[in-house]
């Protein structure tokens, strides 16, 4: 996973978003229009957008709505969300704890309309002269704090009778925990791929814990501006159009798919087997049924507490936040889970269920 944040950086930027609302106040209600910025960055699973672009199969389905859809790629993962926090994006590519965190704690009224795929292997728990979790105990553990990293540690230690505090974490930037981690001195890392890959090759290094043991848990979505979407519905129309055609092409296991994939790959600056391998640990939802179906599960009520508690537990909603409801969110069927009043998260399957019933 692309979660690029360092601590004080992640403060900030949260920070600065609940700056932002406090000053704001009530959103201006949204207009029609027809011109949007939607943000993506370099990540197998989000690699399908800019493919789609460069395809025309994003203007063929803005074309079919009149609208005009731009895909702008941002090199730093959290700044793209910083962005769309900002208003400078009207939508953005997003893992489900950042988008909580960062636009939903911020007072960022967000819809997640795209359930793109889940972390199956991508992110791990490594360890040096182990094979099992219980070896981490009294460990120093090298990881992005505060992120997707810091939030499978928590799981890995639950899941097996420890706590956080049972380990000394490490705030180490994902840039540097690669080569980091060929230090004799360091023996515990957690790491997202491609970097998890390349850690693995390490001599005695035993992936004792994968995003794969929690399933559905680490989730990549496509969010939007709520009130944008409210204004302008025929954007999630388009974009759920864009999604599942160019699933239906890279899921394809023909010439034509091997294309698709690989071109996602030079577009993510990767070879096509170094692709085909994030792929393989990636579980992407290319039936837009089956998209709806995880939505509407009762396991992604349950995986949002765990991830909310978590949250609040590490200050990520801010000083202000008494409590883990302090952000409200919404789940189809009325299910609501923190505060209702402040309501800034919604899982909105209604795009998606338009897909799967072939009415776009």
């Known amino acids: 996973m692309l979660h690029l944040a360092r601590r004080a950086a992640r403060f900030l930027l949260i920070a600065c978003a609940l700056a932002v609302a406090a000053c704001s106040g009530a959103e201006e209600p ?57 208003g400078k994006l009207d939508g953005v590519t997003v893992a489900n704890m950042d988008a909580l965190t960062i ?19 991508n992110d791990a728990v490594l360890l040096k002269g182990a094979s099992n979790v219980a070896a981490i105990k009294g460990r120093e553990v090298y990881l992005v704090e505060l992120s997707v990293s810091h939030y499978l540690l928590a799981r890995a230690l639950e899941e097996n009778g420890m706590k956080l505090t049972d380990v000394k974490t490490v705030n180490t930037s994902d840039a ?38 929690i399933p ?3 989730l990549d979505l496509l969010v939007v501006d709520t009130a944008t979407l409210k204004a302008n519905p025929d954007l999630g129309k388009a974009l759920a159009g864009i999604w599942y055609e160019t699933m239906s092409i890279m899921a394809k296991q023909d010439d034509e798919g091997a294309a698709a994939r690989a071109a996602m790959a030079k577009l993510a600056g990767t070879t096509p087997e170094a692709f085909e391998g994030q792929l393989a640990t990636t579980f992407l939802y290319t039936d837009p049924k089956a998209a709806v179906t995880a939505m509407a599960s009762p396991d992604l009520v349950t995986t949002m507490t765990r991830v909310r508690d978590f949250s609040f537990a590490q200050g990520l909603f801010g000083q202000g936040a008494r409590s883990a409801d302090a952000v409200g ?9 923190g505060d209702e009043n ?19």
């Not at 980091?180 to 491609?194: E, L, R, Y």
């Not at 969110?329 to 889970?337: H, I, V």
């Not at 402040?342 to 776009?360: S, Y």
Request: no cysteine; net charge negative.
């Open 342 to 360: 402040n309501v800034t998260l919604r899982f909105d399957p209604t795009f998606m269920q338009l897909a799967a019933d072939g009415k776009l």
């Open 216 to 218: 559905g848990e680490i």
């Open 329 to 337: 969110m919404s789940f189809p069927g009325g299910k609501t889970l």
């Open 103 to 121: 636009p939903a704690a911020g007072g960022k009224d967000t819809s997640a309309i795209i359930l793109g795929d889940y972390s199956n292997g």
């Open 30 to 86: 949204a207009e029609p229009r027809t011109s949007f910025n939607i943000g993506w960055s370099i990540y197998a699973g989000w690699m399908p957008w800019p493919y789609a672009q460069q395809t025309g199969i994003v203007k063929k389905w803005a074309d079919k709505y009149g609208l005009e859809i731009n895909f702008v790629q941002v090199n730093d993962y959290v700044e793209s969300v910083n962005q769309y926090t900002a």
């Open 176 to 213: 540097d925990i690669a080569s980091a981690f060929t230090s004799p001195q360091i023996d515990a890392a957690v790491a997202w791929n491609p970097q998890v890959t390349t850690m693995k090759g390490v001599p005695g290094t035993t992936a004792v814990f994968s995003s794969a043991d």
